[in-house]
C-alpha cells in the first residue's frame, strides 16, 4: 500500500494476464473432473466446478500471497488422504516463498490458489454434511474478493459486474422455478396420494380399484410434470443445490406420471375372479395370461423405485426429501409382496400340472401329541393335479402306510445326512440300515421340514405309495382358516356342526371323549376329507383372500410345503411355506423344540418358556449367554379319558413325558437341571447345535433348564443379530431375549 495525502492506496499487481489465464484454466480442468457435484447433472456440474475454479484462480493472481498461503494451508489440512496433504504442503510453501521474495510472481500464485480449490474439492472432511463444500466456497469466495481487489479499476468493474449479472440470473431461475413449484405442488401432493393409496391396494390384491388409483395419479403427475417444464423453471437446474431439487421432483414427476399410467395398464388387465379355483379346476390359461401384466408391474414399480433413490440427495430440502422417502418406503414394503406374486405366476401353471400330472402327499397332524414340526401325523392325504384340475385320489391313515409296501422290513431311508443323524434312532434307520416298524409315527419328528419331506418323498414309494412331486403338512389350525373358506361341515361320528370357530378345539380335546376309538381316529382324517372335497366340489376365494386368511398359520409353520423342482422349492422359501430351520448368516439362533414320547395327548397342557440373556461384545463380536428352559405340564392327574392322561410306559395318569431339545446357532456348553449339573445328547443339525435330553413331568410339575452358550457373531459391526424358530404348538411358548441386559424384539 501507498500513501497519498492520508489517503491508502491500493496497490495494483502487475501480471501476465495471458499466463494467469492458462494456469486458471488448466487448474479449472482438473477441478471438473472431480467428484464435485453442484447440480446433480454431471455434465453442467463439471461445468460449473470448472469455471468456478478457473475464475477464482485467475483473481488469485493478483491476490496477497498471505491468503493464497492461507488457502493452500487450509486444504493441506482439510484434504484428509496424507499423498494430497503432502501437496498441499508444497503449495503453501511455494505461497510463503511468494512472500519472501516480495515478488508478483502471478502465474505462482494463480497455480497455488487453483492448487488450494483443487485439493478442496478432492476433500473428504467429516463432520456435517456440506463441511467440505462450505470450507472450498469459503476459501474460493476469499481468493476471489482479495485477487479482484487489487486489479485495475477496469477489470475490477467488469468481474464484479459478470458477478453481478450471474447472481441476478440465478435468482431469476430460483423465481421461476418457484412459481412453477407453486402451481404444481398441490398436483404432485395428490399424485403422491393416490400413488400411495394404488400401493395399498395392490399390496391388499384390489387390483381393479389400484388401476384406478393409478391410472389417476398418472394423470396429475403428468400435469405436474409440465409445470416443472415451463420454460421459465428449466433454467433453475443450473443453479447449485436449488438443481438437485428442481431435478430431484421434476424427474420424479415426469417419471411417476409414466410409471403410474402404465401400471393402471397393466392392473386393468388382471382379473383376479379368473385365478380362482372353480369346480375343482383352475384355468391354466388365465394364470399364464396374467404374469405378463405382473411383471409389467413389477418393471414399473422398479423404475418409480429406482428414481426415488436416485433423487435421493443430501442436499435436499427436508420437504422434499420427506416425500419421496414416504412413497419409497411404501413401495418397499410391497416389494417382496409383488415379487412373490411374479414368480408365483411363472410357476404356478406347472405346479398345477401344466406340463405333467403331478401328485403331492398332504400330512395332517395334531399337536396334541407333539413333534418337531409340530404335530403327530394322523392322516394322510394324495393329491393329484392334472392341467390345473384337483383330485384326492387317496385318503388314509399314517397306521397304513406303517403296514404298506411290498416288504416294510426292507425301507430304507438314504438322506439327508444331518437329518438321518440326529432322528435316524428313532425308528428310520436301525442296526441293519433298514427303518423300523411305525417310521410315519415319528416322521415330523424334526423341525427342518425340507428335509423332512425329502425323507418322505422316499419314504412314501416304499411304503405303498407313488413317487411324489411335493409335499405339504398342515394341522387343525389350517383347517379351521380352510372351513372358514367353505362354511361349517357336519361329520358323520359327531353331532357337533363343526366351523371355523370350534374345529380346533374338537380335533384337540372335545374328539377324545368319543368312546368308540374307531370312530374316533377317523375324525381327523374325515373332517380334513370332508373339507378338502367341499373346497374342491365348491371352489376357492381369490388368491389375494387366500393368501390373507392363510398368511398367519403359514408365518406361525402350521402349513408347510415343499417341492421337489428347485425353483417350486425356491418360491416355496421366498414365500414363507418351506418351513426350513432359519438360516444363521454368521448370527445367533435360538429354538426349543419338543417330542412327546409318551404316546399321548397331553401336549395341549403343556406350558413352555425360554429366556436368553446375552453378553455381547461389539468389538470382538464374542457371545455368552444363559438359555434358561421352563416347562411345566398343567394337566390334570384325571377327569379325563385315558387315551388324554394315559401312556405307553406305565406311568401315572397325566404323566408327560418329552425329548426336548435346545437349538442354538452357538455352541453349546454346560446344562444343569432345576440347579443340579446334567448331561445331554449333544449334535450337529445343519448349522445349529442341539442339546436334546428327555423330560418326565408329573401332573402339575415344573421343571427348569439351563444351558450355557458362547461363539462369536460374524460381523459384529453390524450388531448382535438372532434367528429365533417357534415350534407350532396349541399354547404359545414365552420367549424372552436381553442383550447387555436390553430386552430384544
Known amino acids: 500500500m501507498a500513501s497519498q495525502g492520508g489517503r491508502r492506496v491500493r496497490r495494483a499487481v502487475r501480471l501476465d494476464e495471458r499466463s494467469a489465464i492458462a494456469v486458471a484454466l488448466a487448474g479449472g480442468i482438473v477441478a471438473a473432473f472431480s467428484d464435485v457435484d453442484p447440480t446433480g447433472d454431471r455434465v453442467v456440474g463439471r461445468i460449473l466446478v470448472g469455471l468456478a475454479v478457473a475464475t477464482v484462480s485467475w483473481a488469485a493472481a493478483s ?52 492448487l488450494a480449490l483443487n485439493l478442496l474439492a478432492r476433500s473428504e472432511l467429516e463432520g456435517f454434511h456440506g463441511a467440505s463444500a462450505v470450507i472450498g466456497i469459503a476459501t474460493g469466495c476469499a481468493l476471489f474478493v482479495f485477487g479482484i481487489r487489487r486489479r485495475r479499476r477496469q477489470t475490477r468493474k467488469l468481474a464484479w459486474g459478470i458477478v453481478g449479472g450471474a447472481a441476478v440470473l440465478a435468482t431469476l431461475a430460483i423465481i421461476g ?42 394423470e396429475v403427475f403428468t400435469r405436474a410434470s409440465n409445470e416443472l417444464d415451463r420454460p421459465w423453471a428449466r433454467p433453475s437446474q443450473v443453479v447449485p443445490v436449488v438443481a438437485q431439487n428442481a431435478g430431484a421432483v421434476s424427474d420424479l414427476a415426469e417419471v411417476a406420471g409414466r410409471t403410474s399410467t402404465q401400471l393402471g395398464e397393466a392392473l386393468a388387465e388382471i382379473d383376479p375372479e379368473q385365478l380362482r379355483l372353480v369346480d375343482g379346476r383352475f384355468d391354466l390359461a388365465a394364470i399364464e395370461a396374467v404374469a405378463a401384466p405382473l411383471e409389467a408391474v413389477q418393471a414399473s414399480i422398479d423404475e418409480l423405485d429406482a428414481t426415488i433413490d436416485g433423487s435421493d440427495s443430501p442436499w435436499l430440502v427436508a420437504p422434499v426429501r420427506d416425500r419421496l422417502s414416504l412413497l419409497g418406503e411404501d413401495i418397499d414394503e410391497n416389494a417382496e409382496q409383488l415379487d412373490n406374486a411374479v414368480t408365483t405366476a ?24 407333539a413333534r418337531g414340526l409340530g404335530g403327530f401325523m394322523g392322516n394322510f392325504a394324495e393329491l393329484t393335479v392334472d392341467d390345473g384340475r384337483l383330485t384326492v385320489s387317496r385318503f388314509g391313515r399314517t397306521t397304513e402306510l406303517n403296514l404298506g409296501g411290498a416288504d416294510p422290513t426292507a425301507r430304507r431311508i438314504t438322506g439327508p445326512e444331518d437329518w438321518v443323524a440326529q432322528w435316524g434312532r428313532y425308528g428310520f434307520v436301525d442296526d441293519a440300515g433298514t427303518t423300523g416298524s411305525v417310521p410315519w409315527s415319528n416322521i415330523t419328528m424334526s423341525p427342518d421340514f425340507p428335509a423332512t419331506a425329502q425323507v418322505v418323498a422316499e419314504l412314501y414309494p416304499q411304503s405303498g405309495g407313488r413317487p411324489i412331486d411335493g409335499v405339504f403338512a398342515m394341522d387343525p389350525y389350517v383347517l379351521s382358516v380352510l372351513l372358514g373358506f367353505t362354511g361349517p361341515v357336519s361329520i358323520d361320528a359327531t353331532a357337533t356342526e363343526l366351523n371355523a370357530d370350534n374345529v380346533v378345539e374338537f380335533l384337540l380335546e372335545s374328539q377324545y371323549e368319543i368312546d368308540d376309538r374307531a370312530e374316533r381316529v377317523d375324525l381327523l382324517a374325515a373332517v380334513s376329507q370332508v373339507t378338502i372335497d367341499r373346497l374342491l366340489s365348491g371352489g376357492l376365494p381369490s388368491p389375494v383372500q387366500m393368501a390373507s386368511g392363510l398368511g398367519p398359520v403359514v408365518e406361525q ?38 417330542n412327546n414320547a409318551a404316546a399321548n395327548k397331553l401336549d395341549v397342557y403343556l406350558d413352555r418358556s425360554v429366556t436368553y440373556d446375552v453378553t455381547f461384545d461389539p468389538a470382538t463380536g464374542q457371545v455368552t449367554g444363559t438359555a434358561t428352559v421352563v416347562l411345566t405340564n398343567t394337566a390334570p392327574a384325571g377327569g379325563l379319558p385315558d ?27 454346560a446344562a444343569t437341571r432345576d440347579g443340579a449339573p446334567v448331561s445331554y445328547d449333544a449334535g450337529l443339525d445343519g448349522e445349529w447345535s442341539t442339546a436334546r435330553q428327555q423330560v418326565t413331568l408329573a401332573p402339575g410339575a415344573s421343571t427348569t433348564l439351563t ?37 430384544v424384539s
Not at 401312556?647 to 446357532?665: D, K, Q
Not at 461363539?711 to 396349541?730: H, K, L, N, S
Open 557 to 594: 409353520g402350521r402349513l408347510v410345503g415343499w417341492a421337489a423342482n428347485d425353483d417350486e422349492q425356491a418360491l416355496f422359501t421366498q414365500i414363507g411355506l418351506a418351513g426350513g430351520l432359519p438360516e444363521l448368516n454368521g448370527g445367533d439362533g435360538l429354538a426349543l423344540v419338543v
Open 177 to 218: 422455478f418457484g412459481l412453477g413449484a407453486v402451481r404444481a405442488r398441490a398436483m404432485l401432493t395428490d399424485g403422491e396420494r393416490l400413488a400411495r393409496d394404488g400401493i395399498d391396494q395392490l399390496g391388499r390384491g384390489e387390483f381393479a380399484e389400484a388401476a384406478v388409483s393409478f391410472t389417476t395419479a398418472g
Open 707 to 743: 444351558f450355557e452358550i458362547t461363539g462369536q457373531i460374524e460381523d459384529p459391526a453390524d450388531g448382535y443379530r438372532i434367528a429365533t424358530r417357534e415350534q407350532p404348538m396349541v399354547i404359545p411358548q414365552t420367549t424372552t431375549i436381553t442383550v447387555n441386559g436390553a430386552p
Open 346 to 369: 411363472r410357476l404356478a401353471p406347472q405346479l398345477l400340472g401344466g406340463d405333467g400330472t403331478r401328485h403331492y402327499l398332504i400330512m395332517f397332524t395334531t399337536p396334541a401329541e
Open 63 to 114: 491476490a496477497p500471497w498471505w491468503a493464497v498461503a492461507g488457502a493452500t494451508g487450509i486444504a493441506a489440512v482439510a484434504v484428509i488422504d496424507p499423498t494430497l496433504t503432502i501437496i498441499g504442503a508444497v503449495g503453501f510453501v511455494a505461497s510463503l516463498w511468494v512472500g519472501v521474495r516480495k515478488r508478483d510472481l502471478a502465474v505462482v500464485r494463480a497455480g497455488c490458489a487453483a
Open 643 to 669: 387315551v388324554v392322561l394315559g401312556n405307553a410306559l406305565e406311568l401315572p395318569l397325566g404323566t408327560s413325558r418329552s425329548l426336548v431339545s435346545l437349538y442354538s446357532g452357538l455352541t453349546i456348553g
